[in-house]
């Protein structure tokens, strides 16, 4: 990559955390999408500041010739289209040669879910082990809010003093919300602080700090970090009888929207409680619903069978 394509980019990524705030996970996705055009782009001795059309075009059909996904190639192509919308605002550009190019589309696909009963057994295999009381924690609240992994194991614990009935959660952008814990969840909790606070204590009286996190760890963060979760989780599919394929922190979060939807929940509580911005993301659950009404339907009507 250039130093202007760094150039480029750096002061837009700035921007748009700034402007927009972005969460860091969106913004490191910008680089690294933006990345693999700059030194695309610097193999053919192009430049952010002339790259055409008809150019940007090539790249992904490079892209595509990879075997890149759709859906990969639709957030690079957004990941530009950003970029020279910047650029057109400074005045670095006069126009934007990614503003009428049309993405390949992204086929939506249905998220994967799991049961209740897949569910109750990776709770029953939380209950098992060394870190159980912490696990199960995990689990309970996971499953009870539907909070996103990021949201979950960097949760302070100052949020969960006081048997509270509902968690502040803040999530994407700084946005808050509140959640409902529901009584195993709260029981749950109960148990792990006082067993996590009792850790603290005995850490502070050899010289440690307090730490600010529910679920505290010796990690750079200073709390569990994502890849452990998903290591644990999948460790507690393999106990608990669970396909490990099936399962990820993320297929929690569906189950906790998809069982809500399944009991008659509405729509717009469930985007509240998720907090989509927008309920089209939220509605990819009524689809979820239909395929499982559908398959009930294929299963076991007695015409079904018939040709």
Same mark, same amino acid.
């Given at each position: ?160 003093? &006081? ?47 307090? @730490? ?62 998720? &907090? ?28 079904? @069978?018939?040709?």
């Amino acid at each position: 990559m250039t130093p202007e394509a760094e150039r480029w980019i750096t002061a837009f990524l700035d921007a748009h955390a700034a402007e927009q705030n972005a969460a860091r996970n969106t913004t490191l996705g910008y680089a690294r999408d933006l990345k693999d055009l700059a030194e695309w782009m610097a193999r053919k001795s192009l430049s952010f500041d002339a790259l055409t059309r008809a150019q940007l075009e090539d790249y992904l059909i490079f892209c595509e010739a990879q075997g890149l996904s759709a859906a990969t190639r639709a957030r690079r192509l957004s990941a530009a289209k950003q970029l020279y919308r910047f650029a057109y605002e400074e005045g670095w550009r006069t126009d934007n040669p990614a503003m009428e190019i049309k993405g390949p589309g992204k086929t939506k696909r249905l998220p994967k879910t799991l049961s209740v009963d897949e569910v109750d057994r990776l709770l029953d295999a939380a209950l098992v082990g060394r870190d159980r009381v912490r696990n199960t924690c995990l689990m309970q609240v996971l499953y009870a809010t539907g909070m996103r992994v990021s949201e979950l194991v960097s949760l302070p614990v100052a949020a969960t003093r &006081g048997d509270p009935r509902m968690l502040l959660i803040t999530g994407k952008g700084g946005k808050e919300r509140m959640v409902p814990l529901s009584p195993p969840a709260r029981a749950a909790l109960h148990d792990w602080l006082e067993k996590r606070d009792a850790a603290q204590e005995k850490a502070q009286k050899k010289g440690g700090k307090p @730490s600010p996190f529910l679920f505290p760890t010796n990690s750079k963060q200073g709390h569990l970090t994502r890849h452990r979760f998903y290591a644990l989780i999948k460790e507690l599919a393999v106990e608990g009888g669970v396909s490990p394929d099936k399962v990820t922190p993320h297929t929690l979060r569906h189950a906790f929207a998809t069982h809500l939807l399944e009991g008659g929940a509405d729509l717009r509580a469930i985007q509240t409680l998720l &907090g989509h911005a927008d309920i089209s993301t939220t509605e990819i659950y009524t689809h979820v619903l239909d395929e499982r009404l559908k398959s009930l339907v294929l299963e076991h009507h007695p015409l079904a @069978s018939k040709t």
